[in-house]
């Protein structure tokens, strides 16, 4: 069992930065993928950006490309989101999600597949 915990969310103005982490305890030894995914009020809950279990590779959908950045630090169970340029459609509940490896294509972004979710954190950007 892998137990996940978001922090890093809060206000802030359009353009500026925000770094979220995802500390990670429990069943930990295996080789886990780690995703963001963000919920806005009134809509699903939509992939951001994916790493896979040794960060070679990672995934973005298309409106954060060049803006957020995915990474890990394996030795410290903590997966980041940083978060730059932010825009006002940005605001969500931003969540994270572990997946056992091995993922295959288009499963990095999709729901289903991660087994474990933490509880959320929100962001949010003013004009």
Do not use: H
């Not at 930990?28 to 896979?52: C, D, H, L």
Request: glycine share 14%; aromatic share 14%.
């Amino acid at each position: 069992q892998v137990q996940l915990l978001e922090s890093g969310g809060g206000l802030v103005q359009a353009g500026g930065s925000l770094r979220l982490s995802c500390a990670a305890s429990g069943g930990t030894g295996g080789s886990y993928g780690m995703g963001w995914f963000r919920q806005a009020p009134g809509k699903e809950r939509e992939f951001v950006a994916a790493i896979n279990w040794n960060g070679i590779s990672t995934y973005y959908t298309d409106s954060v490309k060049g803006r957020f950045t995915i990474s890990r630090d394996n030795a410290k169970n903590t997966a980041y989101l940083q978060m730059t340029r932010l825009k006002p459609e940005d605001t969500a509940v931003y969540y994270c999600a572990a997946a056992r490896e091995p993922m295959y294509g288009n499963a990095w972004y999709r729901k289903l597949g991660y087994e474990y979710w933490g509880q959320g954190t929100q962001v949010t950007v003013s004009s």
